[in-house]
Structure formats: C-alpha cells, structure tokens
C-alpha cells in the first residue's frame, strides 16, 4: 500500500536533522499492546509533532508520526505511536524547529507468538509458517490455524488463491480493524475458509473505493470475499462495511454458526453466498443494510454448460433456524434463486421490493455437470416457525413455484400481495396479521393497479389452518385457479372480494363439521366469489356491498382447464363504483351463463347491498344454514339465477331464510320439507318468482316463524319486503306462518351474529 506523503517528509527531515538533537529527560515513555505512549511538557503553545524513528545502521527503516493540535506550554501532552516500539523519539514544533528527543529506546515489538499482529501500517508476523507480508498485505499460504488481532490502517489479509477447496484455513478474528482503498480488505481466493470471532469482539472490515488491486486471481465479488466455502461462527461480532459494491460475500457455500452476530452494510448486497447462506439456530444478531441491492441472496446460476443458466437441485438456497435478524434493503429482504427455508428465528424486513422471495427464474437442473432431463427450478419458500415482520415495497413474500406455511408469526404490510405464489400455495398453520396498499380503505384501484391481494396463488391455493387477520386493497384470499379453506380462523377487510376462486371454490369437507374453520368477512365489495363455490361445512359470516355469495364467471364446470384458460382469467373482482372491477367484467353482457353454487353443509351469515345468494348459473343446497340480510333497495335481488331457462335453484334440505327487497325476487323450488314466502313478484334476472302474502319489518324486529316442529324466530339485520324460510322443521304438507313485528328473541340461539351487543339470525323459542 501507499505510504503518506507527511512519513515521507518526516523521514527525510529526520535524516538530515536527527543528529541535532539531545537526549531529554521530560519524555516518559509507556508501552502499550499497539505501540508505545509517549508524554512530556509542552515548551511552548503551538502545534508539536511527536515522531518515533527506527534506523537499520544509518538507513531509517521505519517513521511514524503523531500531531498535537493545540499544545499550552507547561501542561502534559500524551502522543500515541501505533506500530512504533523502539529507536528514537523526537520533539518538533510546527515549523519543524527541533525541540527535544530521545534516542535509542529499545520497546518490546510483538513477540513471535503465532499471532499476526496488525499495527497500523505494519504487520508483524515473523516466525508464522504459511504467511507471508508484503507492506499491509498479509497472505496466508498454507493450511492451518491463525490467530490476527489489531488494526490495519490501508491494507488487506488475503488467502492465496493457490489453496484447493478442500484447503482448510482456520482463522480467529481477535479485535480486528481493517480498512483498504482499493481492494477488498479480507479476501479468500481460495481455502475452505472457517472463521472464529472472539468472543466478546468486534471485527471491522471496510472498503472505501473502486477495486484495482487484486491480489487473488479474479476481481473480489465484496468487501469481506471467500472464493470458496466459508463458514462464520463465534460469540463475536463481523461488521463489514461494503462501500464499493457488495459485502460479506461467498462464492460457494456459506453458513453462520456457533453465536456469531453480523453487522454488514452494502451498496449492493449485503450477505451473499452464490450456492447458498446458511443461519444455523445457534446464532446471534444479524444487522444489515443496504442502499440499492438485496439483503441476504443466492444466486447459483451456472451459464457455463446452459447459456441461459442451470442450477444444482441443492444449490441456491437460504436456509433461517434462528437468530434475530433487522433487515433493512433497497431492494429484496431475502432473495433465494431456487428455495427459501425459515424454521426458527426473530426476522424484521423493510425492503424496496420483495420481503422473502423465491427468485422468479426458471432453471433446468445440473447434476455432473450435465443437464438432468424434464427437471427444472421454479422456487420455493417454506416456512414452519420464527417470527416474521415484514414490510415491502412490492411483495410481502413472493414464490414462482409453491408457498408452504405450517407455523410462525407474521406480520406484513406491502404495497402489492402479502403472500403470493406463481404456482401453489399450502398453508396449514400460522399468526397471520397482513395488509396490502393501505387496507380496505383504499377504493384508488383500477384494472391497470398492480395487484395486492392479501394471500394468492395462480393454482392451487390450499388453506388447512392458522389464524388469519388481513386487511387489503384488493382480495384478501385469491387462486388464479381453485381456492380450498378447510380449516382456520379468519377475520377479513377488503376493497374488493373476501375470498376469490377464477375456478372452484370450496369452503369446508363433506361430512366436516360447523367448527372446521371460522370466517368473517367485515366488509368487502362481494363477500364470496367462484365460478363453482361449494359450500359443504364451518362458519362464514360476511358484510358486502355488492353481492355477498356470487358464483359466476368463464369457467363452466368440468371443462378442461389450461394453461390459457389461467392466462385469460384475470379475476372478476369489482371495486365500489366500478363495473365488472379490476377482472374480465363477470356478469356483464358478454359472459356466458357459467357459475355453479352448491351448499350442502356449513353456516353463512350474509349481509349485502347487490344480490344476497347469487349464481350466473344455477344453485343447488342440500343442507346447512344460510341465513341472508339485504338488499333493501331495487336493482337487486335477495336470491339471484341465471337468466337461462335452464337455470335453476333447487332446495332438498338445509335452512335457508333471505330477507330484503321484494325487486327481482327469485322463489327457490323446496323438495323434501316446506317453505314460506311473505311476498312476491315476478323476477327480473331470474326465474319467476312464487306469489305469496304481504308483508314487511323493520331491522332488528323479530319475526316468529311457526311450524309443527316448533316455534323459532328470526331477527333480521336488515328490513326487508320480502322473506323466504325453509327448515328441515318445515315438512312438507303441514301448516307454518310467518309473523312479522312479533315474539322475541329468548331461547336457544342457533345461528347468527352479534353486532353491539345485539343477536341477529335464528332463535329456537323455549
């Protein structure tokens, strides 16, 4: 490295005016584990440079200079000679006057202890078999067992590029400092390199310019460089400070271990291994920051025997077991090229883009440096524990081949989707708090907005259990294709749809029970959306202003599904004051008369302001609860069907009580047990409604339904023109009335919901 300009004037004064001067008793001198303290009286007020010189005969070898500001005479200056242990010791004021000296002191240098000892600008590390100093560079050269402690002003410690692989160099960082100007300050050209922090210590590595001095035989990827595998452990800490381009990089294989904590801030990323980074849960605190690139990413793409790449099948990965992390990236939190594994660990991500994403790239497999046929990588994330906070400019998590959640806590705030994969999503377990660009409150959206979605899939999305709080923008639970909950808590708030299938949807299993999962939908534009919905069993409650059950859209069923039939389903969605929303306009003109709606177990609360149970096709229910609140106002209709005379709703069993508008009133047709309408007239958008009495209530009026089988009675959330009731206690043949604005609501409460203290559904009397 360069030496300053001012030790090259010190060192030519020294030697033309060195002999001038005497010995002065008022130097003390102390050694020190860097160097020697030198301290005296101040002669006179003024700037004094204190300068230790090292003569090899006449020939100085060494100067090293120390500057005092501002010194009062008489007072007592302390100047601190780094790397300076003994020879001669002399005075000057700032005009370069001599003042006074002391010559031929003889320190104690570092002893030849095995320690490669960092002094500044010198390196001392005589008698250390495999190592070699050339000014502030030292190389280690062989396999072994080092120890480096102090502070490297402008210089570097490198591994040769000489060592194999398999070369194992074992490093202990004991307080190390290290800065360089033009090259990376730690780098391994090869070696499988371990590296121990001390415990209790700080070790800093930082670069401060464009790399041109490369001492291996390729450019360093990043300021802290391994070529080769490199593994961190120790209860210390590595703090890397990557001005130039990346930070703490390896070429192969990298894991953290054994309680070491990072501290890495990067231009571009911060902790990069290229076949993958491993966090063991035996680690401490990771700290990263970036200004333009990503966290922590793998990135294991081989162009040498594929052009457009390939990837090891167990390479490009980020594996997390423990640890607390603070992630804070311009760009990704977390990027994997191939698969992304969380089991354990305290991990908060701010990023530009993506939180945790699994790379969007499509590779085929090398094995033996060959491509394996018909296997390719996608991406994967899979998590099953830690805590997860996330905050993303673009995508919570992202995966392009499956999202796999079986526990953990997470909560996520991105602008775009919270959870989303290109392919499958299976969740089984999990605290989920999500919110995507601002909430339920954001109506700014169009068909050009990006989407942000609360949980999506473009197939197969799979939801088996969890607890689940979201608040989006836009859907809060969608499939490109098929969306199936069996299980799981959810409290949903959303612009546009609660839960959103292109294809089916299925809430529940046949045969499950009422308990097997719990949705409430508090607001939303349509509550629930499929093509084909099927409802077999849990609870659904939901709060819409459009249509709160609504099957409908391009895919009839049993048709077969592709690839373009994905491409052309962008979603229906609707947005308040939109028609047909941000999807292909389902239910406009132009669509066909697909939508198929099956209930045949479960329990649903509905709440709307379109149509309450509707269907562009046909409505079969064969059991459950479907209790159905609103319209009030015309336009709509409490039960909607196609408007083909082909299309149908037909009831064999179950409850079913709508209230609300007496406008475009559809009559179910009940086979097996009765039925009783207060009111109707001819539907407009369905088929023929059945006359009846007439009536009406107001909301939250009891109105007392009386069978054979016993009396129950219905609060309405709504009021309502118009009611239609079938029960299983309804047989077919016997007498039943409908009372409105009469009984109470006391007795066995057997389904509804409480809003403000107050029931609102079915009631069985005592």
């Not at 594994?341 to 305290?346: A, E, N, Q, R, V």
């Not at 959330?717 to 077919?732: G, L």
């Amino acid at each position: 490295m360069k030496r300053k300009f001012l030790s090259i004037f010190i060192a030519v004064m020294l030697i033309f005016g060195a002999a001038a001067l005497a010995d002065n008793a008022d130097i003390c001198i102390t050694e020190t584990d860097t160097g020697l303290s030198v301290s005296f009286t101040a002669p006179e007020d003024g700037g004094i440079y204190v300068i230790g010189a090292e003569y090899n005969g006449k020939t100085l070898k060494k100067a090293v200079a120390y500057h005092i500001d501002n010194a009062v005479s008489g007072e007592t200056c302390t100047a601190v000679l780094n790397g300076f242990y003994g020879g001669s010791i002399y005075i000057w004021n700032d005009n370069q006057k001599p003042l006074f000296s002391k010559t031929d002191y003889e320190g104690t240098p570092p002893a030849n202890d095995g320690i490669i000892h960092l002094r500044g600008n010198e390196i001392y590390a005589d008698g250390i078999d495999g190592v070699t100093v050339d000014g502030t560079i030292v190389t280690i050269t062989k396999v072994g067992d080092y120890i480096i402690e102090g502070t490297l002003n402008d210089g570097q410690i490198v591994v040769s590029d000489a060592l194999g692989k398999k070369d194992a160099v074992n490093i202990t960082l004991d307080g190390v400092d290290v800065t360089c100007s033009d090259s990376a300050p730690f780098n391994a050209g090869g070696g499988k390199i371990e590296i121990t922090l001390a415990d209790g210590t700080t070790n800093t590595f930082t670069d401060t310019s464009a790399y041109t001095n490369y001492t291996t035989s390729k450019d360093p990827k990043g300021c802290f460089y391994s070529k080769r595998d490199l593994d961190i452990g120790g209860a210390g800490t590595l703090k890397v400070n990557g001005n130039v381009k990346n930070g703490l990089v390896c070429g192969a294989d990298m894991k953290i271990k054994k309680g070491a904590n990072l501290d890495v801030t990067a231009v571009n990323n911060a902790v990069k291994g290229d076949n993958g980074v491993e966090f063991t849960d035996k680690i401490g605190t990771v700290t990263i920051k970036t200004t333009e690139g990503d966290g922590i990413k793998s990135d294991a793409i081989d162009t040498d025997i594929v052009a457009a790449g390939a990837i090891e099948a167990d390479k490009g990965y980020v594996t997390i077991a423990g640890g607390t992390f603070d992630i804070d990236a311009a760009g990704d939190g977390i990027q994997a090229d191939n698969y992304c594994t969380i089991t354990g660990g305290d991990i908060t991500i701010n990023s530009g883009t993506e939180g945790i994403k699994a790379n969007e790239v499509n590779l085929p497999v090398i094995a033996d440096d060959a491509v394996v046929a018909d296997q390719f990588i996608n991406g994967k994330i899979t998590i099953s524990g830690g805590t997860l906070n996330v905050t993303s400019g673009e995508d919570g998590i992202k995966a392009t081949e499956s999202v796999n959640i079986s526990g953990g806590e997470f909560d996520i705030d991105a602008v775009r989707d919270g959870i989303q994969s290109d392919g499958v999503c299976d969740i089984s377990g999990g605290v989920f708090g999500i919110t995507t660009n601002g909430g339920h409150t954001n109506t700014s959206l169009t068909e050009n907005s990006d989407s942000c979605k609360g949980i999506k899939a473009d197939t197969e999305l799979n939801i088996s259990g969890g607890e689940f709080k979201i608040d989006s923008a836009d859907d809060s639970i969608h499939s490109n294709w098929n969306v199936t909950i069996t299980g799981g808590e959810f409290t949903l708030a959303t612009a546009d749809d609660g839960v959103h299938a292109d294809y089916t949807l299925t809430l529940g299993t046949e045969n499950g029970s009422d308990d097997d999962f719990n949705i409430d939908i508090t607001t939303s534009y349509e509550g629930i959306e499929g093509s084909v919905i099927k409802m077999l069993s849990g609870t659904t409650y939901l709060v819409a202003s459009d249509d709160g059950i609504n099957a409908a859209g391009d895919y009839e069923e049993g048709a077969t599904l592709s690839s373009t039939d994905i491409s052309l389903m962008a979603g229906p969605g609707g947005n308040p004051g939109g028609t047909g929303g941000w999807g292909p306009g389902w239910g406009s003109d132009d669509s066909s008369a697909y939508g198929m709606l099956y209930i045949r177990g479960g329990r649903c609360y509905v709440e709307a302001n379109g149509d309450g149970v509707d269907s562009n096709g046909s409505i079969e229910m064969s059991g459950g609860i479907v209790l159905e609140n609103g319209p009030t106002s015309g336009g709509n209709g409490v039960f909607d069907i196609g408007d083909s005379s082909s299309c149908y709703f037909k009831i064999t069993g179950g409850t079913l009580i709508g209230a609300g508008t007496s406008d475009m009133a559809v009559t179910p047709t009940v086979s097996g047990q009765g039925y009783a309408l207060t009111s109707g007239s001819g539907g407009m958008g369905g088929r023929p409604g059945q006359s009846g009495g007439t009536s009406s209530g107001s909301a939250g009026t009891p109105v007392r339904i009386t069978t054979s089988n016993g009396t129950f009675t219905f609060v309405p959330k709504t009021s309502w023109s118009w009611m239609f009731v079938t029960m299983p206690e309804m047989t077919a043949g016997s007498s039943y009335t409908i009372t409105s604005n009469s009984g109470s609501a006391s007795g066995t409460q057997i389904f509804g919901k409480t809003v403000n203290n107050t029931f609102y559904g079915l009631v069985k009397n005592d």
